[in-house]
């Protein structure tokens, strides 16, 4: 058995690995190629060096973008795992309707970004209106219109992924864990929370990638504005790449230094969290 | 359980990539065909009536396709680097050629460009050669409705008493703020709609108004394009500026939420009498549901703001629709894309599809004065071009990059709302000119 499933793994493996190189090795090696280039349409293109990142290093633009997006994704990240946390402790315990509250809260995440960022732009404005400004008054205002949206649109998927996670904590230990004469908060400390360590992996990963790459969200809700005050990344290599003309290259250049970004900072939390999970 | 949990992500994973399937099919290149790649989402239903109706006559293939509202850069851009590509596009003007100077074939010698009445329309590149040809002529200003108007008018102490008087910045400033003072016994909100300023709908004032005071500014230097604009006549566009935001029926710190739409349905429901637009706007207001403005009652003012000679200024007319012909597609196709748009202006049926259907006001000598859209904004801007007034040629299509629209949109928004001074909106406006220029070299 072992050695025919060898045998075939080449061919078992195929539709898969073409898949992910027409749609993903052959991209990104043109795309960071492209990056050193001077391009109007990816299929003619002109080498031109190191040009293209010095002007994406040297753009107020993109490192106004890079603040923001910190900004944005710290507290994000924070939110949305606790909310989603405390969410998924509540609908794990036994009362009524866990159900009905797990699909409810989950059901955001079902609806695009771009139609959330209309919803919420109608919401907030009509709520500032009584005030009366709107969320482009202040970039603070779009600040947090982001983190509200982007926490209603997340909770309910991290929740999910939260209470897998503890309905697969052993009954076992938290019963001996209440005899030794735990008290509730130590076993949530102690037990619970090594327990889901591998959930917490995924969620923070999931949180962090999304939160920095976020786009249809931030284009819907404010498109940057005030004055390219709320811009994040994800926007700002969209807004160089088609509304400048001859800056396709740039643009390149930051979406290649945008995936640097994200894939360290996404590697070095999976690799600190990994540390800290613990076999069932 | 951990690996329960990998599981499943891993197998969300791999369901996605089977998803992403990959397309495309080979087709017999010998036969020309056309492709056309669209610029207006909402007529989109016609240019696919129009590709249908060309196919029954001629056997030619015509497949058209719509860029989504405001996406046509990015949607040309990845369709040209495929092998079917589009091999009748369009570029928004000088600025747009810079970009697709590679793809747009040379039409000096073709009946389509032979047709055009005023040959200076046409984009033309350093070596003489003709790449872009117009298809549409447009026009816009300030539309009134008259029926408030001559209400107006007939008020005691009205400053003026026709629209024959409004003839100056000083007049129309004077006339729209003692309207706005009687705005409840004239039964508006506002003399002017909402100043839409939501990020993406600034384009009537950051494009369309602007198009004056810098016109003017390279009438004063003599030049057709600027590498650096000194917006000499800044404070004529805030004129202006203030003037629609502070007799508006919007107040100005929620102009942030406005867009197009909203004030042109404001106006369409008789809330406001003026608002900026161009001639295509007749089908927004028409469309509206309760519209109480009437065809009749229409009729476009020049955008005064008080600069020289302004006694003669006309409307703001030109084009930012030409046709190119891919230049890297083969022969066949281009001349079936050649053949296609020859007899959209020649045809009977092609004629009738572009001042009909697509209300086009075409600047080829293939159409006869009896030949013109019906809509009344249409119908004006032909009493504007024969009354002898000067007409104000589209100089916005030599702005710099569509970064510099949105900044000085987003400057003009801040300025409504009073977290920006003048000076400083006069700053990005020059900054970002100068910036946005160097880059395109």
């Known amino acids: 058995m072992g050695k025919s499933m ?81 969410l998924a402790l509540m609908l794990t315990q036994k009362i009524k309707g866990t159900n009905l509250f797990r699909t409810v809260f989950f059901m955001p995440n079902l609806i695009g970004g771009i139609v959330l960022g209309y919803i919420w732009q109608s919401m907030i404005n009509g709520v500032l209106a009584e005030m009366g400004v709107t969320m482009l008054m202040d970039p603070k205002y779009g600040y947090w219109g982001l983190i509200i949206l982007m926490n209603w649109q997340l909770i309910g998927y991290i929740m999910i992924i939260y209470i897998a996670g503890l309905q697969n904590v052993s009954t076992d230990v938290l019963e001996a864990a209440k005899i030794d004469g735990a008290s509730r908060l130590q076993t949530l400390c102690k037990v619970t929370i090594p327990m889901v360590m591998p959930s917490i992996t995924i969620c923070l990963f999931l949180t962090i990638a999304n939160s920095f790459k976020m786009f249809d969200q931030n284009l819907a809700l404010t498109g940057g504005g005030p004055s390219n005050k709320t811009t994040m990344l994800a926007l700002d290599i969209y807004n160089t790449f088609y509304e400048r003309v001859g800056f396709e290259g740039v643009g390149q250049a930051k979406a290649v230094i945008f995936f640097i970004i994200v894939a360290g900072i996404a590697m070095t939390q999976l690799v600190l969290t990994r540390k800290k999970e613990v076999e069932n | 359980m951990k690996k329960r949990v ?88 000088p600025i747009g050629y810079q970009s697709w100077k590679d793809y747009c074939l040379d039409l000096k010698d073709s009946e389509f460009y032979g047709a055009l009445t005023d040959k200076s329309l046409a984009i033309t590149g350093e070596d003489g050669g003709v790449y872009g040809v117009p298809y549409a002529i447009e026009g816009y200003g300030i539309i009134c409705n008259n029926a408030i108007m001559d209400q107006y008018f007939a008020m005691d102490g009205a400053v003026a008493s026709s629209m024959d008087e409004i003839t100056n910045f000083e007049t129309l400033k004077a006339v729209v703020e003692d309207m706005q003072s009687k705005k409840d016994a004239l039964g508006i909100k506002g003399v002017f709609a909402s100043t839409s300023l939501l990020p993406g709908e600034e384009w009537r004032w950051q494009t369309h108004t602007a198009n004056l005071p810098v016109y003017q500014e390279y009438q004063d230097k003599a030049v057709s394009d600027l590498d650096e604009l000194e917006f000499t006549y800044s404070d004529e566009f805030k004129n202006i500026f203030d003037l629609y935001i502070n007799n508006s029926t919007t107040d100005p710190k929620m102009l942030g939420s406005k867009g197009v739409n909203d004030s042109m349905a404001e106006f369409a429901l008789g809330q406001a009498a ?103 904004l249409a119908a004006e801007l032909f009493r504007y071009m024969e009354s ?54």
């Open chain 2, 6 to 93: 990998l599981s499943t992500v891993l197998c969300v994973a791999a369901a996605a990539a089977m998803l992403t399937g990959c397309g495309g099919s080979k087709q017999d290149s010998s036969v020309g065909k056309v492709y056309y790649l669209n610029f207006k989402p909402e007529v989109t239903d016609v240019w696919e009536e129009i590709a249908k109706v060309y196919t029954e006559e001629t056997g030619v293939e015509v497949k058209v396709v719509t860029a989504a509202g405001g996406n046509y850069e990015s949607t040309l851009k990845s369709e040209i680097a495929k092998t079917d590509a589009p091999t009748l596009f369009q570029i928004n003007g």
């Open chain 2, 388 to 441: 002898g007034k000067n007409t104000i040629p589209w100089v916005f299509t030599t702005f710099p990059s569509q970064t510099f629209k949105d900044n000085f949109g987003s400057a003009l928004l801040e300025y409504a709302q009073g977290t920006m001074t003048w000076d400083d909106v006069k700053g990005v406006v020059v900054e970002q000119w100068k910036t946005e220029k160097a880059a395109a070299k």
């Open chain 2, 274 to 376: 003026m608002v900026q637009n161009g001639n295509w706007a007749w089908g927004q207001i028409a469309g509206v549901s309760g519209n109480v403005v009437k065809a009749e009652d229409i009729s476009f003012l020049p955008i005064y703001m008080d600069l020289p000679d302004e006694e003669n200024q006309g409307i703001c007319m030109g084009t930012e629709n030409y046709f190119c012909i891919n230049k890297q597609t083969t022969e066949e196709n281009q001349k079936a894309s050649l053949d296609f748009v020859y007899w959209l202006i020649n045809s009977e049926t092609g004629k009738e599809y572009m001042t009909g259907k697509l209300g086009n006001i075409a600047p080829f000598s293939t159409f006869d004065e009896d030949e013109r859209p019906a809509d009344p």
């Open chain 1, 6 to 86: 060898k045998r075939y793994f080449a061919i078992f493996v195929l539709p898969t690995l073409i898949a992910f190189l027409i749609a993903f090795v052959i991209p990104f090696v043109m795309g960071i190629y492209l990056s050193f280039c001077d391009f109007t349409t990816v299929t003619n293109s002109e080498f031109v060096g190191l040009s293209n990142y010095i002007k994406a290093f040297t753009s107020k633009e993109f490192l106004n973008a890079l603040w923001f997006t910190v900004k944005f994704a710290v507290v994000a990240i924070f939110t949305i795992n606790v909310c989603g946390f405390l």
